[in-house]
């Protein structure tokens, strides 16, 4: 998940810069972290000069800057930067990522995951200096947001609240070497950071969702315990878990949640028992009844087609 863009903005001076297939910054929990064989990890590795300013270029065309001796204190002549994107549901999948939030239902445009390591120095990073994370994308009428991730019940969950943070996101332009080696103007958001974790651009709908419960129907020996549940819409980049037992329908709930107008939304479920999985798909359409739907289930490859189809 990198390129490396020599000459543009900063000095890039880089001793090592590897892909990995199995970085995974914060480890899952429940059937899904039994499954992540299935759905590899990209995740960009680089050991940077200390002391120099870096610029890095993932392969969905962000554009990383790093300042000189961004962790506080640290003399050292090498550190090493740990950058993940998300940009499709198999990531959100692999992470764990829920997407449900009280501003309603939500759009993800971009996620991604910072740490900087040196020696003890891990994730101190010094607060005075920035992080840039720049990405192409259209600008937008919605209220755009950028939240910080937070692990919830084994769930990576978003808190937009930060004002500090949210007053660093911005709308601009900047200038790229193109594959020719001209340059080439980019337009999109960027937001700058001083704490090592995990963040999520999102656009905030106004009034275009219904607030609903939804139940999925189960054979009774599944229960939280054993089993991911995942309500997914492609049409705003959405994934929520469905999370509470309802032992006298023999079924797994979620309650309000924020359903986007004239959108289907895709069920897929992941189930172990006695060391076996298996896998459920479902569709839920708003203006339908979307309490207690009856699964499908499915084969491996058929829920890996179901995942890269959204």
């Not at 969905?60 to 549901?89: C, D, K, Q, R």
């Not at 990522?97 to 010094?126: C, M, P, Q, T, W």
Request: with cysteine.
């Amino acid at each position: 998940m990198k390129k490396l863009i020599p000459g543009v903005l900063l000095v890039l001076l880089v001793s090592c810069v590897e892909d990995s297939d199995i970085f995974i910054p914060t480890e899952t929990s429940g059937p899904i972290s039994e499954l992540k064989f299935l759905i590899p990890s990209q995740s960009m590795l680089a050991n940077l000069k200390a002391d120099n300013p870096h610029v890095l270029s993932t392969d969905n065309n962000a554009i990383v800057t790093v300042p000189s001796n961004v962790l506080y204190g640290y003399t050292g002549e090498e550190y090493t930067i740990n950058f993940i994107e998300m940009n499709s549901f198999q990531d959100f999948f692999l992470h764990n990522v829920d997407h449900f939030s009280e501003r309603g239902a939500i759009s993800s445009i971009y996620s991604f995951y910072v740490s900087i390591e040196a020696e003890a120095f891990i994730n101190k990073l010094d607060t005075d200096k920035f992080i840039e994370v720049k990405f192409p994308y259209e600008k937008l009428s919605d209220e755009i947001l950028v939240g910080i991730g937070d692990f919830e019940s084994g769930n990576l969950s978003w808190q937009y609240d930060d004002v500090d943070l949210n007053n660093r996101l911005n709308y601009g332009t900047w200038e790229v070497n193109a594959s020719d080696g001209s340059l080439k103007t980019e337009n999109g958001y960027s937001v700058k950071v001083n704490k090592s974790g995990w963040y999520n651009v999102v656009s905030v709908p106004v009034d275009n969702y219904i607030y609903d419960d939804i139940c999925l129907k189960y054979e009774s020996n599944f229960s939280l315990e054993n089993t991911s549940s995942y309500l997914i819409s492609s049409d705003n980049n959405y994934v929520t878990t469905v999370r509470t037992n309802n032992s006298e329908s023999n079924s797994i709930c979620s309650f309000n949640i924020p359903f986007l107008s004239q959108t289907t939304y895709t069920i897929v479920v992941i189930s172990t028992l006695d060391e076996r999985f298996y896998f459920y798909k479902g569709i839920a359409s708003v203006g339908d009844s979307v309490h207690n739907i009856i699964l499908e289930q499915i084969n491996q490859s058929e829920l890996l087609y179901e995942l890269e189809k959204l």
